[in-house]
C-alpha cells in the first residue's frame, strides 16, 4: 500500500481483474463458478485490495453484476 496526496487516499498496487468472471461463450463460465468468484472477491477485500478490473467488454458487461 502506499498513501497519495494528504494520506486521505491509499493506493493499492495490486488489481484483480475481473475478465473471465460470468463469461460463458469464450470461457465456458458456469453457475458453479460464481461461488468461486464470490470468494477471490472476499479474499481481496479481506487483504486490502479495493481495485477491480472490469472492462465493460469482459463477459459482455457480466462482471458488474459479480462485483
Known sequence: KRLIYNKK???IDV???TWAWGDKKQWGWNEEMDGKAKEAFDMSIS???NTFD???IYGNGERYIYI
Request: aromatic share 8%; hydrophobic share 50%; charged share 15%.
Open 47 to 49: 487483504k486490502g485490495i
Open 15 to 17: 488489481v484483480l481483474g
Open 54 to 56: 472490469t472492462a465493460e
Open 9 to 11: 487516499y491509499v493506493l
